[in-house]
């Protein structure tokens, strides 16, 4: 993911997002807090945020795209985040789309239109136990076309 982010979206690469887990179903992007991802109040920059969602929806979505064997465009059309908590640790991405991705590629695969679908992101810090805390929730249109 490093490299992809330096070679195609240098920004992507500054909060240095790590791929924990990347199946056929579900992908978990971890992004560390650090000095980069940080904002003035010591927790994980919104921007920094919106970058980890990305990377784990798209990257199940260039998953599945590349599974498809297909040639398909990848775009995000829309955004929308809901703020529950505070992130004050590394913050984990989790994207459990893969299913409904893989119909909406074979979908854009056999239609000359855009198909463009909502994908759930949820973001959460691991705590002292071991379990998952949600501190974000996204909401990203993915629209994917066939390439000619």
Known sequence: MRLFG??????????????VELSETRCVVKVPLRRWSKNHLGSMYFGALAIGADCAGGLLAMDQ????GGKVSLVFKAFQAQFLKRPESDVYFICEEGQAIRDQVRRALASEERITEPMRIQAAVRLPDGAFEPVAEFTLELSLKRKP
Do not use: Q
Request: hydrophobic share 50%; net charge positive; glycine share 0%.
């Open 6 to 19: 330096w070679l195609k979206i240098p920004l992507l690469a500054s909060v240095r997002p790590s791929v």
């Open 65 to 68: 795209i590349k599974r498809s």
